[in-house]
């Protein structure tokens, strides 16, 4: 799977979009971009992937650049419990194999 | 739909002892995944299942650890003669087949202490 890069950590002001950002410079044709997040003492929770086009769900917005070279995470209105690790991922189409995590971006959102 | 169960939620043991972890998939999800998580590092892909099928192990899971799924249903996951280094937590995930990229949902884990 293609290796993605994001930043350690943002602060978002409750109320306000929380724009993520992930780089995936290297992504080939047949992957998809994930994104999961993490809570602290609780399993990852999966939030949307996307292809190409761009996907919305009731959790977020998945913005994927023409070039797919990188993708933006929206939270629309972000509240205290958004405050998480969240995981850009890189995978290939069929899904039957494992996810590489890195180390996510440490989202805080801030009263 | 009642999610990824998994059991126990910690364990706390003896180094030298044996272990095993249990995790119960969503119910008509064939593949099943068991990662290993360390603190402050993103979870690390052990092993996959399509129904009872191993069909993927990483060079992280040592002749130590050993993963069943009898009957593509449950799965169990045992570690023998614990080491310090085995504590970590253990997360299992599962996702079904079908059109286009199926995403994996995590249960929420067994905490293994190695004393």
């Known amino acids: 799977d293609a290796k993605t890069t994001q930043p350690p950590s943002m602060d978002c002001a409750e109320g306000r979009a929380a724009n993520l950002p992930c780089n995936h410079s290297t992504i080939s044709g047949n992957e998809y971009v994930y994104w999961y997040r993490q809570i602290h003492s609780q399993g990852p929770q999966y939030i949307i992937h996307g292809l190409k086009n761009n996907e919305t769900n009731e959790m977020a917005s998945l913005i994927i650049t023409e070039d797919r070279k990188s993708s933006t995470l929206i939270l629309p209105h972000a509240t205290l419990r958004d405050t998480a690790v969240y995981y850009c991922?890189?995978?290939?189409?069929?899904?039957?194999?494992?996810?590489?995590f890195g180390k996510g971006t440490h989202l805080i959102i801030q009263p | 739909d009642t999610g990824v169960s998994q059991d126990p939620r910690h364990k706390i043991t003896k180094r030298g002892q044996n272990v095993t972890f249990r995790c119960d998939p969503i119910?008509?999800?064939?593949?099943l995944y068991w990662y290993r998580q360390t603190l402050g590092q993103g979870p690390e892909f052990l092993t996959y299942f399509q129904n009872e099928a191993q069909l993927e192990k990483s060079r992280l899971l040592s002749d130590r650890f050993s993963a069943e799924r009898p009957k593509g249903s449950f799965s169990t996951l045992e570690i023998q003669r614990t080491e310090q280094g085995d504590s970590a937590m253990y997360l299992c995930?599962?996702?079904?087949?079908?059109?286009?990229?199926?995403?994996?949902?995590f249960g929420d884990g067994t905490r293994l202490s190695i004393l």
């Open positions: 995930a599962s996702s079904a087949t079908g059109w286009g990229n199926q995403p994996q949902h």
């Open positions: 119910s008509e999800h064939n593949r």
């Open positions: 991922i890189v995978h290939s189409g069929g899904g039957a194999d494992g996810l590489t």
